[in-house]
């Protein structure tokens, strides 16, 4: 289908890691991207990956890329409750700047 | 960093009156701008692709007359709703794509809300 596909919920305890994933559609997309959204809150971009990589490490957040299985995955280490927001992973289809957001996944971080 | 600003952040109207919302890039020339809806607990949808002196091209679905766009210089875009209705209520999410970095940045939204 034409979905970018995420879980819809995902719950962890500060200190854990958490892995928000993501299933896209386009095999074209250069590039890929997570976005958070916190409550009432425009989107801030968190990180991206370029088509070609595997991974990406940007401090507490891990990329992960398998672009034969379209899959993407975010790891946030050492999660906080200050994690707790709304997570969409957006393709670019056509590698164009017209995104293509996923469904969401609402992270809640508990004590 | 960039930064797109949007105003009003939340408003509220009777049914049936127009709603104007701004999309500012502030420190940035933004050539092409994007809207994006985005209902309760569901992702964001594009409606629409602004581009500086241009008419604006709309999404599949999206009804060019009821959501009017104008991107009248290089650092803002106008999405008007008219003759809102109470389906209309929704968090409107605009874009801005920089000009000379090619960076992609978004507003914080606008909460409208059709009584």
């Known amino acids: 289908g034409e979905d970018v596909e995420q879980s819809l919920f995902l719950s962890v305890r500060e200190g854990d890691s958490s892995v928000i994933n993501c299933t896209y559609t386009?095999?074209?997309?250069?590039?890929l991207y997570w976005y958070k959204q916190e409550p009432g809150a425009g989107l801030q971009l968190l990180t991206y990956?370029?088509?070609?990589?595997d991974m990406k490490q940007d401090q507490r957040l891990t990329v992960l890329l398998n672009k034969k299985d379209k899959h993407l995955s975010l790891r946030i280490a050492d999660t906080q409750t200050g994690d707790s927001a709304i997570y969409f992973c957006?393709?670019?289809?056509?590698?164009?700047?017209?995104?293509?957001f996923g469904t969401g996944t609402q992270l809640k971080v508990e004590l | 960093g960039a930064v797109v600003s949007q105003h009003p952040s939340r408003v509220i109207c009777k049914s049936g009156t127009s709603v104007k919302i701004e999309c500012r890039s502030l420190?940035?020339?933004?050539?092409?701008m994007f809207w994006y809806r985005q209902f309760p607990k569901k992702s964001l949808m594009l409606m629409a692709t602004?581009?500086?002196?241009?008419?604006?091209?709309?999404e599949q679905g999206v009804e060019k007359d009821k959501f009017l766009i104008n991107h009248a210089s290089l650092t803002l875009s106008t999405l008007t709703v008219t003759s809102a209705h109470p389906e209309d209520s929704s968090f409107y999410i605009c874009?801005?794509?920089?000009?000379?970095?090619?960076?992609?940045?978004f507003g914080e939204g606008s909460r409208l809300t059709v009584l």
């Open positions: 874009s801005a794509l920089g000009r000379n970095t090619g960076e992609l940045f």
């Open positions: 386009d095999s074209s997309s250069t590039y």
């Open positions: 990956i370029f088509s070609n990589m």
């Open positions: 957006a393709e670019s289809p056509g590698g164009g700047n017209k995104l293509t």
């Open positions: 420190d940035f020339q933004a050539t092409t």
């Open positions: 602004s581009n500086e002196g241009s008419k604006a091209t709309y």
